[in-house]
């Protein structure tokens, strides 16, 4: 009897655990989903510029001048970086939701046992 | 999400616990809601502040004139301006664009507007958000009343 009240104990932790772990992946998610933004939000904007356009870069406490070409390769670069991000935490989100089913599941199976 | 229309049917079957879980979840969600609104109601502000600036500072007004640069919140160095015809823009994730006033101030209106934009889509979101608690709310006055009563 104490057994199986331990176990599920140790069940329901588990399952604390993965919540805990699913928020700050979701979290993390939508940080990246605002850096996206913000990326194509700069990309458009360099769109509509000239190509003599001067373009700084805020590195540390400096501005840079940075070439237009350059600029709008870094910052496509940036966005392929976080678009491929963004997917695997998503493939993370739903590993996390399938264990956490699971998790659930065996919680109410013991539960209906006791 | 669920969407509101699936929530009404289930709401009568809740039990008064679930039901108050369930306020508990659309209380914090208006809770988010909200907050994010004053952060873009504050970010549109701050925007029409600086097309303010370039407008009323960046001009052929202020060309010659001495002013005071901020180096620290308590020290300040005199300065003239380099040029009232350019300013730098900053458009995010840390570049920094040179326009001309009047570019700058037609990129910063386009930006409240894209903010104005998102206030209303927020606005009409805490109204639904607003109505589904407060239906909510009801139900579960309505049960915890017949709870107490039958018991």
Known sequence: MADSQNLLQTLTDEFQNLQKDLSSVVEARQKLESQLQENKSVQKEFAGL??????????????LKQDKTEAVMNVDKRLEFIEAEIKRIEGQITELGTKQ???KMEILQ????? | MAAPQQQQIDLSTLSVDNLAAVKKQLDDELEHLTASFQKLRQAQTRFRECIGAVKGGVNDVNAGKTLLIPLTTSLFVPGTLSSTENVLVDVGT???V??????AISFYNA???????????????VQQKGQNVRLVEEVLRRKALAGSSSS
């Not at chain 1, 013991?110 to 006791?114: E, I, K, M, R, Y």
């Open chain 1, 110 to 114: 013991l539960q209906s046992q006791l």
């Open chain 2, 98 to 103: 040179e326009k001309t006033t009047k570019d």
């Open chain 1, 50 to 63: 000239d190509d003599n356009a001067k373009i700084y870069k805020l590195v540390g406490p400096v501005l």
């Open chain 2, 94 to 96: 840390g570049y920094y």
């Open chain 1, 101 to 103: 089913e699971k998790k």
């Open chain 2, 111 to 125: 930006k409240v507007d894209q903010l104005t934009k998102s206030l209303t889509e927020i606005e009409k979101a």
